[in-house]
């Protein structure tokens, strides 16, 4: 199971759900701790804006991130959740999420797991750069980002609510 959270309910999160596992996509990541329950080895942090394109000053999604997102979720072996987080729990822990369930499940359609997203989350938005990227390395042709059209904007809020996706 993944689970998506702000850096505000992280801690209750992880403590909740009992996860191994935690992924860090955020820019301040000087601003995470990470749970006492989660091993260093467990969790990947890495550090970007939510944008979607190159901006000056900023880091904007690249691929070589999602690659590192796509292959510490193939790592996990699943006996636990993971947490994936941002810092509002709507774009790019959503994102992130949603490339880790279309990895796990190729044979799903990426529509299918996006309509998944949206019932479990009305404010979630992924960030589409980092949906082309997984989209390109998944060998998805568009299929990811056409899923993302189809589900929409997300309702517009400061902080998502945690929310869950089930890989089965």
């Given at each position: ?55 000056e000053?900023?880091?904007?999604p690249?691929?070589?991130?999602v ?42 359609s ?19 750069l ?6 390109k390395?998944?060998?998805r ?28």
């Amino acid at each position: 199971m993944l689970h998506v959270c702000s850096l505000a309910h992280l801690p209750g999160t992880v403590q909740t759900t009992g996860a191994s596992h935690v992924i860090t996509v955020m820019a301040d990541v000087g601003k995470v701790q990470r749970p006492p329950s989660i091993q260093e080895a467990n969790h990947l942090v890495i550090s970007m804006d939510d944008i979607i394109a190159e901006a000056e000053g900023f880091t904007a999604p690249a691929l070589d991130h999602v690659e590192r997102v796509l292959d510490f979720g193939r790592s996990w072996n699943r006996a636990a959740p993971m947490v994936i987080h941002c810092y509002a729990g709507i774009s790019r822990s959503t994102a992130s999420a949603f490339a880790i369930a279309c990895a796990l499940n190729p044979g799903r359609s990426e529509s299918q797991i996006a309509r998944c997203i949206r019932d479990a989350s009305p404010s979630a938005y992924p960030n589409r750069l980092i949906v082309t990227h997984a989209d390109k390395l998944l060998g998805r042709n568009g299929r990811m980002i056409r899923a993302l059209d189809e589900i929409g904007p997300g309702n517009m809020t400061i902080e998502g609510r945690p929310f869950c996706i089930d890989l089965d």
